[in-house]
């Protein structure tokens, strides 16, 4: 069975880090493209960054740029977000999401900042 | 970035009913276009990808078609497990949007 497993979240203040990780199981995680997306609570879904294949590429929406670095271990079928400066506006449940077109979901975290 | 607009941004059927949401492109993206349900507390469902292949294991009562700019998801005699956001999401390049979701409701 197909299965990303998050990981990591809580409540951190603001200007604080926090690191998500996303476990994935039942499928070759080397071979697929990976993402993190957002919900911000009673909002729609944002695309935070992805991460190719080998991690030779990675790309993120504006808002996280300088902020937040994706990053993957094949060996340990593992994907992460490192987020630092952390503001009231990220807090959100995490995602991860397999491929370019999300068809593999987790079940979320949830980070919240705040004072 | 190439933003999606969905509509309606809510709606309200009976069960059996046919309905139809829709999802505009601002530019065009093929057919790399991808349709997900989301009940509350719970992670988005893929329904589908390349804007008409269904996702294994969803029924077919879930129809997307479209290209280019303009795309749809037909959900076919609505049931009350069917209530749920709706949203789309463009995927054809490396900063991939969705749309501001569309709720459906049962009457």
């Known amino acids: 069975e197909v299965q990303l497993v998050e990981s990591g979240g809580g409540l951190v203040h603001p200007g604080g880090s926090m690191r998500l990780s996303c476990a994935a199981s039942?499928?070759?995680?080397?071979?697929?493209?990976m993402s993190w997306i957002r919900q911000a609570p009673g909002k729609g879904l944002e695309w935070v960054a992805n991460?190719?294949?080998?991690?030779?590429?990675?790309y993120y929406v504006d808002s996280v740029k300088g902020r937040f670095s994706i990053s993957r271990d094949n060996a340990e079928n593992s994907l992460y977000l490192q987020m630092n400066s952390l503001r009231a506006d990220d807090t959100a449940v995490y995602y991860c999401?397999?491929?370019?077109?999300?068809?593999?979901w987790g079940q979320g975290t949830l980070v919240t900042v705040s004072s | 970035d190439i933003q999606m607009t969905q509509s309606p941004p809510s709606l309200s059927a009976s069960v059996g009913d046919r309905v139809t949401i829709t999802c505009r492109a601002s530019?065009?993206?093929?057919?790399?276009l991808a349709w997900f349900q989301q009940k509350p507390g719970k992670a988005p469902k893929s329904l589908i990808y390349?804007?008409?292949n269904l996702q294994s294991g969803v029924p077919s009562k879930f129809r997307g078609s479209g290209s280019g700019t303009d795309f749809t998801l037909t959900i076919t005699s609505l049931q009350p497990e069917d209530s749920a956001t709706y949203y789309c999401?463009?995927?054809?390049?490396?900063?991939?949007?969705f749309g501001g979701g569309t709720k459906v409701e049962i009457k």
């Open positions: 999401a397999r491929d370019f077109y999300f068809g593999t």
């Open positions: 039942g499928f070759t995680f080397s071979r697929f493209w």
């Open positions: 991460i190719k294949e080998d991690g030779s590429e990675k």
């Open positions: 530019q065009g993206i093929d057919n790399y």
């Open positions: 390349g804007a008409s």
């Open positions: 999401q463009q995927y054809k390049y490396y900063s991939p949007t």
